[in-house]
């Protein structure tokens, strides 16, 4: 086994380029430096670096034992934190959501981070299903989803709601009488049946879900006749950050979370349809039932519940 301090130095050596800064960021000496280069050669048996008047050069040996000392210490440091389960403020936190929430909840877990600097958050955006998987299998630990999952392998907790709208290019002239402005109400889902068909749908993973649930609980029979289906589509894209820029140009419409449109730059170019019935999802926070979550996903579910409750 390779001495950790041999390649501690080492490492501290390959970034700094020099004896002197190396020995002065490791309180050592100089000497003593060049003795752990010496050591780990002859550990390694061959030459690591080729010294020159303004500092050094790595071998090609030298550079695969660079790249292996890093992995150590990657490695060190996971094993490290994975030991503070228990430490409140303290360790990796990994949360697993839509993209949709993920731009609703990142704020307030930066300024957590910001706060206990020892915390390390992660937000995987991810869909429905991957979460479940992932919480059943216990490759994750907390995730949010829309709807309350029916399974013995993952416990939930009601968060609150997301309101979903029908969004349309504010420009449209069709739709100059159904919705010229963000709280223009109208109940004239006839009209809006035509625009719609006219339009086309900008899909996204999760457009046909949100359609059909939109159309069932609107509280308007017209458009609760409408098979998502058969509508046409006008274009796909996969990046939340993006769905709503066709839209703004009036290339189509769709329906996401109204709260996307706080996070982008042209919402006033776009426009959402108010129909006679607010229309949400209910979000559940989730995992594992058969223990309870490190100590430090306290002050995250908190944070999280703040913004989403």
């Known amino acids: 086994m390779i001495n950790p301090i041999w390649l501690d130095t080492f490492i501290t050596l390959v970034e700094t380029g020099n004896f002197t800064r190396t020995a002065e960021q490791r309180f050592m000496t100089q000497p003593g430096v060049s003795q752990h280069l010496k050591k780990l050669e002859e550990t390694c048996q061959c030459e690591l670096v080729v010294r020159l008047s303004k500092g050094i050069q790595l071998t090609e040996q030298g550079q695969r034992v660079y790249q292996y000392a890093k992995e150590q210490q990657e490695k060190e440091q996971d094993f490290i934190a994975s030991l503070k389960f228990d430490a409140p403020f303290e360790g990796k936190c990994v949360v697993a959501c839509s993209g949709a929430i993920a731009q609703r909840i990142y704020p307030a877990l930066l300024a957590l981070q910001k706060q206990y600097s020892a915390l390390n958050i992660h937000v995987e955006v991810a869909p429905r299903r991957t979460i479940l998987s992932g919480i059943a299998n216990n490759t994750l630990e907390l995730g949010i989803v829309t709807n309350q999952p029916e399974s013995e392998d993952i416990h939930s907790e009601y968060l609150g709601e997301e309101a979903l709208g029908l969004i349309l290019p504010r420009g449209l002239h069709d ?96 426009t959402v349809y108010e129909a006679k019935n607010e229309v949400t999802e209910p979000l559940y926070s989730v995992q594992t039932p058969h223990s309870a979550l490190p100590a430090r996903y306290q002050a995250v579910k908190q944070a999280i519940i703040q913004v989403l409750g």
Do not use: W
């Open 175 to 270: 739709a100059k009488d159904i919705s010229t402005t963000a709280t223009h109400k109208t109940e004239d889902a006839n009209a809006l049946k035509d625009i719609i068909k006219h339009l086309g749908l900008i899909n996204h993973p999760d457009a046909m879900h949100y359609l059909q649930r939109y159309f069932n609980d609107c509280g308007e029979p017209e458009l609760a006749k409408v098979n998502p289906n058969k509508l046409p589509h006008a274009g796909y894209i996969n990046q939340l950050s993006q769905i709503l820029l066709p839209v703004s140009e009036g290339l189509g419409y769709t329906v996401l979370p109204i709260s996307t449109l706080d996070f982008v730059s042209f919402a006033d170019k776009l």
